[in-house]
């Protein structure tokens, strides 16, 4: 049996390569590496909501700001608050807001900057810097003292530039997604030659037939990550996270993508179920950007683990259970879809004589 | 007994069943020719057969097993050529063989002896895709013998073949059954059948309407007939007289005794005149 699946799935590599979906993986592949690179910028400059608590009698800093606002020198929202509740208040309603209390009896003494947690080192930097520049003339002489404090401290503390943490979509989509279509294309290209048919009067079984044309697809998988990930974040990552979970993503997704393709007998009436499966397995992408978006239903997609496990490998934030529990429910996920992948082609080729 | 099929019914969900109660038996070492018109059952019976289609009703065994329980193990000792040529059209002819070669659990022929054999040597490291539809055809029979098969199972091996192939096709079954393969020929090509064929069964409309050795249907459908070239007033005339008709056969006794005979020749009605002569349909 492990011969007939070393067999199967070298015969498989080889008509990726002949058939020209190598060429195409790596060559998305490239454009990825290009869009990460050139395209996508570091950090995406979002006009921050600033919630000000002048505590002073003077107001002098609530007065720079609404000039600068209305002069147009200060690309920000300005919120007025005047109580500590009313701030605390303000600054929950929004993950994207910056606090700004002004300490003082007349003249400003003190400024506590309030982050949310997630705002990485090199804006925080920018942000004061430019505070003291501003603010520092206030208090004449006499030197004003600055502060930070953190409403969810080590919420995200070293968060990645916005163009690599689309890494994990874009390796999801390249290795699980285009897999989908790639094997698809590839069954009914067996399917169309016959080939599928004269396997069967062979002692080969479908275990194997299917294992393999998974396995074939994983390793394609393999390349267009390798390919990725080190043209854009070089060899410093957790390779062996990052190339499992892409290999074991990319079975199960064939295998579903195996099972849904069964059922139809040419590649253009399996197209709009293909376009529809490839929607719904992307959808938790829509929980990564919006992280308070994961309803149950959802998590349980096999594509969900994937693309939050990629995250954690390419981003470690210490959470090794996200990146073991993804593993794990993949792993599941694989158990229970190979039988069922068998038992539905066993059917459908037995009763269609395919 | 290789063969033994036993009431078999077939149904696709029609109203007529496409294998309608068929029962025969082939043995080891035998040509066995299942003969019949496009839709006569063919086909169906022989993906039965191979386990490609599921046994509804009746009883098939193949090499001494059941068809309803055969593991894949049984398709260590079958080969199957199919009417349309199945092939990876990426790989080359070699590649394809050698696939096959890997797949089964017993000892296998040489890939490349093979494609010697069919006459593909030359283009063993060509991709299939830029193969003749006759090179196609041998590939697909190569394939079937890869495993040395003990039965073989040939769909309409000959279709869209010229003449040459058609004669080789003819020779290299012959071959296999001296060696003492069983083959199971399902064809609609009489000629091919006449050539080739131990015993034969006509299909029709999913039920076997003849079965016996060609020699044996030929002589019971078929009408026994004579062509006889003789002079008259010295002009060279040519009648056809049938054995079986009193009147006719008194004309051959006449000619006969008046001397004027030049030519004379038995003729033997064709399977295919007997096929027609069984069922009333003609086979293509």
């Not at chain 1, 008509?15 to 990825?32: D, N, P, S």
């Not at chain 1, 509740?85 to 606090?99: I, S, T, W, Y």
């Not at chain 2, 029962?23 to 020719?33: A, L, T, Y």
């Not at chain 2, 019976?45 to 090499?63: D, F, I, M, S």
Request: glycine share 8%; net charge negative.
């Amino acid at each position: 049996m492990v011969h007939r699946f070393l067999t199967l799935t070298a015969k498989d590599l080889r008509l990726i390569v002949r058939g020209h979906m190598l060429t195409v993986v790596v060559a998305v592949a490239l454009i990825y590496v290009g869009l990460v690179n050139f395209v996508v910028p570091e950090d995406v400059i979002v006009k921050p909501t600033v919630v000000l608590w002048d505590q002073t009698t003077v107001q002098s800093v609530r007065r720079l700001f609404e000039a600068a606002v209305d002069g147009g020198a200060a690309d920000a929202e300005i919120i007025l608050v005047d109580t500590e509740a009313a701030f605390e208040e303000a600054m929950a309603v929004h993950g994207n807001r910056l606090g700004l209390r002004v300490e003082g009896g007349e003249t400003p003494e003190r400024v506590v900057v309030t982050y949310q947690g997630h705002e990485n080192p090199e804006v925080r930097r920018l942000l004061e810097a430019s505070l003291r520049q501003q603010l520092g003339p206030l208090r004449g002489e006499a030197p004003l003292t600055f502060a930070t404090e953190t409403l969810q401290p080590g919420t995200a503390p070293e968060r990645p530039p916005f163009n690599l943490s689309l890494l994990p979509i874009l390796i999801f989509t390249e290795a699980g997604m285009i897999g989908l279509l790639l094997a698809a294309a590839l069954f009914y290209s067996e399917k169309t030659e016959g080939t599928l048919r004269a396997y069967r009067v062979t002692p080969g079984g479908l275990t194997e037939y299917l294992l393999a044309k998974s396995v074939a697809m994983g390793l394609l998988g393999l390349v267009s990550t390798t390919i990725v990930t080190l043209f854009t974040v070089g060899l410093d990552v957790n390779w062996p996270a990052i190339l499992g979970v892409v290999f074991l993503s990319a079975v199960v997704v064939t295998l579903v993508t195996l099972v849904a393709a069964n059922m139809f007998q040419t590649i253009s009436q399996f197209l709009f179920t293909g376009v529809l499966l490839n929607l719904v397995l992307a959808l938790p992408t829509v929980s990564y950007f919006l992280p308070g978006f994961a309803p149950v239903w959802l998590r349980w997609l096999p594509t969900y683990p994937m693309i939050f496990a990629l995250r954690e490998a390419y981003f470690p934030t210490g959470a090794e259970a996200v990146l073991t529990g993804a593993v794990g429910q993949i792993l599941l996920t694989l158990v229970v879809v190979l039988p069922l992948a068998v038992l539905a082609f066993r059917r459908r080729l037995i009763a269609r004589d395919v | 007994m290789v063969i033994k099929v036993e009431e078999l019914y077939y149904s696709y969900g029609g109203e007529r069943n496409a294998v309608d109660g068929i029962s025969f038996e082939v043995e080891k070492g035998e040509i066995f020719g299942f003969l019949g018109p496009n839709g006569a059952g063919k086909s169906t019976t022989q993906n039965v057969l191979t386990g490609l289609l599921p046994v509804q009703k009746g009883r098939v065994e193949v090499a001494g097993r059941d068809m309803r329980r055969a593991g894949h193990d049984l398709y260590n000792l079958i080969g199957v050529s199919f009417e349309n040529p199945n092939i990876y059209l990426r790989l080359t002819g070699l590649e394809n063989l050698q696939f096959f070669a890997s797949l089964y659990d017993r000892e296998t022929a040489d890939p490349m002896s093979l494609l010697r054999k069919v006459g593909l040597e030359e283009a063993a490291h060509q991709r299939v895709a830029a193969y003749s539809k006759g090179m196609r055809q041998k590939l697909v029979l190569a394939r079937s013998l890869v495993n040395r098969p003990e039965i073989w199972f040939l769909d309409e091996p000959t279709a869209g073949l010229d003449p040459t192939t058609t004669q080789w096709v003819i020779d290299l079954v012959r071959e296999k059954r001296d060696e003492g393969t069983t083959v199971f020929l399902t064809t609609h090509n009489m000629h091919v059948a006449d050539a080739l064929c131990d015993r034969v069964a006509f299909l029709n409309e999913g039920r076997i309407v003849a079965m016996d050795t060609p020699r044996n249907l030929k002589l019971r459908y078929g009408e026994k007939l004579v062509t006889v070239e003789h002079r008259r007033d010295g002009r060279l005339e040519r009648e056809v007289l049938s054995l079986s008709d009193e009147r006719e056969r008194e004309r051959l006794a006449e000619l006969v005794r008046l001397g004027r005979l030049e030519t004379i020749h038995s003729e033997e009605a064709t399977l295919e005149e007997v096929f027609i002569k069984v069922t009333g349909r003609a086979l293509q």
